[in-house]
């Protein structure tokens, strides 16, 4: 994991850090069945939940960044119509795929790179984006999409056991 000067951005990597650890431990156990569970009949799976969440990783830092290579443009479509299914060590392969690039683009990015505006063809350059907006809603869909697909699994009841919280300091 990529160190900053920044304890507060330190502290922020580290807790995502421990979050994508958390989603492996919760995908790489799922059964089949559970991992095409839904909370409801319009809802997604959670391995539909999963494939986006780790999907949304690879676009915005593929498709928009231009980091990683031919494996993350293919995870960046998983979630798109007509893709097939994918199983719970394919996401948790994915998971570790897109977050080894996206570590590796945060420690190598400079501080010029971090807020150097990017304009996006389908917005237009009224509304720039930068890496570090790309990164905080990159965090924040994984939050979002973490606790969907929590809310649906425990839905079912698979017990998983997640690592004890680090120690108070």
Do not use: N
């Amino acid at each position: 994991m990529p160190s900053t000067t920044s304890p507060v951005l330190d502290a922020i990597l580290e807790g995502w850090q421990d979050y994508q650890k958390q989603l492996v431990v919760v995908l790489r156990p799922l059964t089949p069945e559970q991992f095409t569970s839904r909370a409801a009949p319009h809802l997604r799976t959670a391995g539909e939940i999963a494939a986006h969440l780790i999907a949304g990783r690879a676009s915005w830092f593929c498709d928009v960044l231009k980091e990683g290579g031919d494996e993350m443009a293919v995870i960046a479509h998983w979630d798109d119509v007509g893709q097939p299914a994918r199983s719970a060590a394919e996401c948790v392969h994915g998971l570790k795929a897109t977050w080894k690039v996206m570590m590796d683009a945060l420690a190598r990015w400079t501080p010029e790179e971090v807020t150097e505006s990017i304009v996006l063809p389908w917005i237009g350059p009224k509304y720039p984006i930068t890496r570090a907006w790309v990164v905080w809603h990159v965090l924040e869909h994984d939050l979002h999409h973490g606790g969907e697909l929590s809310h649906t699994l425990g839905m079912f009841g698979p017990e998983i056991k997640l690592p004890p919280p680090p120690p108070e300091q």
